[in-house]
């Protein structure tokens, strides 16, 4: 079986974490690029809230450059590929980490989440431990659409897969690829 690396993708609120948490239930490790943005949060002790958050992601894309949260996870992949057959990576999100992982890593998929925006704004808003308010929704939302170009994503996914239902319906349509992904 060749190894391979399913990356998930989407915009806050479309269920990322979720599926995340599918496949480390089916005992597939998870890699989340929001580690670095904790890790620096610690650093510089800087409470974890919205505006923070994204001034770290901000900071980090502008000092050390687009593919940043890419190359910071690169060699744990690497390195969890040596004993797993399937490795997923949380949270990709712009098109210069999409383009870092396909010149460093030999099979890779990209898992496009998508959801209808009131759905996201209503998860988002009610999410613990981490509630956004509306403003801040907006304001990630068009950061992630106009600066790092979020829409390209979804055109180049192998699969995208929609969260308007259920949770059963998710993790069935999760079901399915992560077969497709172990090929």
């Given at each position: 079986?060749?190894?391979?690396?399913?990356v998930?993708?989407?915009?806050p609120g479309?269920?990322k974490t979720?599926?995340?948490?599918?496949?480390i239930?089916?005992k597939f490790p998870v890699?989340?690029m929001?580690?670095l943005?904790?890790k620096h949060?610690?650093?510089?002790k800087?409470s974890?809230?919205?505006?923070?958050?994204?001034?770290?992601?901000e900071?980090?894309?502008?000092?050390?450059?687009?593919?940043?949260?890419?190359?910071?996870?690169?060699?744990?992949?690497?390195?969890?590929?040596?004993?797993?057959?399937?490795?997923?990576i949380?949270?990709?999100r712009?098109?210069?980490?999409?383009?870092?992982?396909q010149?460093?890593?030999k099979?890779?998929k990209?898992?496009?989440?998508?959801s209808?925006?009131?759905?996201?704004?209503?998860?988002?808003m009610?999410?613990?431990?981490?509630?956004l308010t509306?403003?801040e929704?907006?304001h990630?939302?068009?950061?992630?659409?106009?600066?790092?170009?979020h829409?390209?994503?979804?055109?180049?996914a192998?699969?995208?897969?929609?969260?308007?239902?259920?949770?059963?319906n998710?993790?069935?349509d999760?079901?399915?690829?992560?077969k497709?992904c172990q090929?």
């Amino acid at each position: 079986m060749v190894k391979s690396v399913a990356v998930l993708v989407g915009l806050p609120g479309t269920g990322k974490t979720l599926a995340a948490q599918f496949f480390i239930n089916n005992k597939f490790p998870v890699v989340r690029m929001g580690d670095l943005t904790h890790k620096h949060l610690k650093i510089n002790k800087l409470s974890p809230s919205e505006k923070n958050e994204h001034q770290v992601r901000e900071k980090l894309r502008q000092n050390l450059g687009q593919d940043i949260y890419a190359r910071s996870i690169i060699d744990k992949v690497k390195y969890l590929l040596k004993t797993h057959d399937l490795v997923i990576i949380e949270g990709m999100r712009s098109c210069q980490e999409w383009q870092f992982f396909q010149k460093n890593l030999k099979k890779v998929k990209m898992i496009y989440l998508q959801s209808d925006r009131k759905k996201r704004i209503k998860r988002l808003m009610n999410r613990l431990p981490r509630t956004l308010t509306l403003s801040e929704i907006e304001h990630r939302e068009k950061y992630e659409i106009e600066k790092l170009n979020h829409p390209r994503l979804k055109q180049l996914a192998d699969f995208v897969v929609i969260n308007n239902t259920d949770i059963q319906n998710f993790i069935h349509d999760l079901s399915i690829i992560c077969k497709q992904c172990q090929v």
